[in-house]
């Protein structure tokens, strides 16, 4: 039973001949795209190309260079019905930049393709770039990389990512390519590739998980959102509205200027300003003098006299002094010569 599950290595689908279908389609299909004129020059010189790989199935295609569209249908002799479908990818991937000799391989059994839409995914026109280029890579080695992990063929134009290749891969490209648009490196994809490709080669994993192995990456937001400096606290609700504000009539009412005469009303607010300049000049009169104001002194600190209670020794130093009068400078004394000149002459005797 596991061999029956298993499919051997280096097996292939049966090709779809005439034989399957000798009757051919009952009805005529025909599908038709649009070119941007950048590629009018290039699809001109190749089309005989195409029209030749095409006519190998029996697919009939037509370039129109007024309208700018392609067009290709099915004929009288086309037997395959996938037939068309293949030749309408080919017509796509032509239009969306890919060179003839990589969007010809479309016809093949094997071989499918993906054209993945990014112009959408992001809003800002700036970021978009960043990240369609980081998808490239310094000098194309990241899509380099990921073409040789996936076994496709990528090729990144304008608002779409058009991808050529096996099915698995296929699934890979678009997994990648909508993960760099949502800002995730793609670094990080391709690793986790690499190392499904290494555990592929081992028989033992292939009916095991392979979590513990690929690496597990978190996204870490480095940027913190900033706390506004005036925090707007909302009071609570009450139904009754905030008291009027009194009127300067009111206040004067209030006060009892109201009932004053002209004359004393001036005198009042004379005396105000006038107590109010006294005391601005006695504010800057406080911040001159300050200046004059002397800075406080450290206390001096008395150091302790050393301690007599040791008492010098007078007779022991006079002694000293005396014995080292009587000798002298750079010679022995007497006792130690005599003693050194009876050694040597024993010394002599022995000798002879």
């Given at each position: 039973?596991?061999?029956?599950?298993?499919?051997?290595?280096?097996?292939k689908e049966?090709?779809?001949?005439?034989?399957?279908?000798?009757k051919?389609?009952?009805?005529?299909?025909?599908?038709?795209?649009?070119f941007?004129?950048?590629?009018?020059?290039?699809?001109?010189?190749?089309?005989?190309?195409?029209?030749?790989?095409?006519?190998?199935?029996?697919?009939?295609?037509?370039?129109?260079l007024?309208?700018?569209?392609?067009?290709?249908?099915?004929?009288?002799?086309?037997?395959?019905?996938?037939?068309?479908i293949?030749?309408?990818?080919?017509?796509?991937?032509?239009?969306?930049?890919?060179?003839?000799?990589?969007?010809?391989?479309i016809?093949?059994?094997?071989?499918?393709?993906?054209?993945?839409?990014?112009?959408?995914l992001?809003?800002?026109?700036?970021?978009?770039?960043?990240?369609?280029a980081?998808l490239?890579?310094?000098?194309g080695?990241?899509?380099?990389?990921?073409?040789?992990?996936?076994?496709?063929?990528?090729?990144?134009?304008?608002?779409?990512?058009?991808?050529?290749?096996?099915?698995?891969?296929?699934?890979e490209?678009?997994?990648?390519?909508?993960?760099?648009?949502?800002?995730?490196?793609?670094?990080?994809n391709i690793?986790?590739?690499?190392?499904?490709?290494?555990?592929?080669?081992?028989?033992?994993?292939?009916?095991?998980?392979?979590?513990?192995?690929l690496p597990?990456?978190?996204?870490?937001?480095?940027?913190?959102?900033?706390?506004?400096?005036?925090?707007?606290?909302?009071?609570?609700?009450?139904?009754?509205?905030?008291p009027?504000?009194?009127s300067?009539?009111?206040?004067?009412?209030?006060?009892?200027?109201?009932?004053?005469?002209?004359?004393?009303?001036?005198?009042?607010?004379?005396?105000e300003?006038?107590?109010?300049q006294?005391?601005?000049?006695?504010?800057?009169q406080?911040?001159?003098?300050?200046?004059?104001?002397p800075p406080?002194?450290?206390p001096?600190?008395?150091?302790?006299?050393?301690?007599?209670?040791?008492?010098?020794?007078?007779?022991?130093?006079?002694?000293?002094?005396?014995n080292?009068?009587?000798?002298?400078?750079?010679?022995?004394?007497?006792?130690?010569?005599?003693?050194?000149?009876?050694?040597?002459?024993?010394?002599?005797?022995?000798?002879?």
């Amino acid at each position: 039973e596991s061999e029956l599950l298993t499919v051997p290595d280096g097996w292939k689908e049966p090709a779809f001949t005439r034989e399957d279908n000798p009757k051919g389609l009952l009805e005529e299909s025909s599908f038709a795209t649009l070119f941007p004129k950048y590629r009018e020059a290039y699809l001109k010189e190749c089309w005989p190309l195409v029209q030749k790989a095409l006519g190998e199935h029996y697919v009939n295609a037509a370039l129109d260079l007024i309208e700018g569209s392609m067009t290709v249908t099915t004929t009288k002799k086309t037997f395959d019905p996938y037939a068309i479908i293949r030749a309408r990818d080919l017509i796509k991937l032509l239009a969306r930049s890919v060179p003839f000799e990589q969007a010809v391989r479309i016809l093949q059994d094997d071989v499918a393709c993906d054209i993945i839409k990014i112009g959408s995914l992001v809003r800002k026109r700036e970021t978009f770039i960043k990240r369609r280029a980081r998808l490239l890579g310094p000098k194309g080695s990241t899509l380099k990389a990921l073409e040789l992990l996936t076994n496709c063929y990528i090729m990144v134009q304008g608002n779409t990512v058009s991808a050529l290749g096996p099915f698995s891969g296929l699934k890979e490209v678009r997994k990648v390519v909508l993960d760099t648009m949502k800002n995730i490196h793609p670094i990080y994809n391709i690793k986790t590739l690499m190392i499904k490709r290494e555990l592929a080669k081992d028989p033992e994993l292939r009916t095991q998980s392979w979590e513990r192995f690929l690496p597990k990456f978190k996204r870490k937001n480095l940027k913190k959102r900033k706390e506004p400096k005036k925090k707007n606290t909302k009071k609570e609700y009450t139904p009754f509205p905030p008291p009027q504000p009194e009127s300067q009539i009111d206040k004067e009412l209030a006060s009892g200027e109201y009932f004053l005469k002209e004359r004393q009303k001036k005198r009042k607010q004379m005396e105000e300003i006038k107590a109010k300049q006294a005391d601005a000049i006695k504010k800057r009169q406080e911040e001159r003098n300050k200046a004059f104001i002397p800075p406080k002194e450290k206390p001096v600190v008395k150091t302790k006299k050393a301690s007599t209670e040791k008492k010098i020794d007078i007779e022991a130093i006079k002694e000293k002094v005396k014995n080292a009068k009587k000798k002298k400078l750079g010679a022995l004394p007497e006792e130690e010569v005599k003693l050194k000149m009876a050694a040597d002459e024993k010394k002599k005797k022995k000798k002879k």
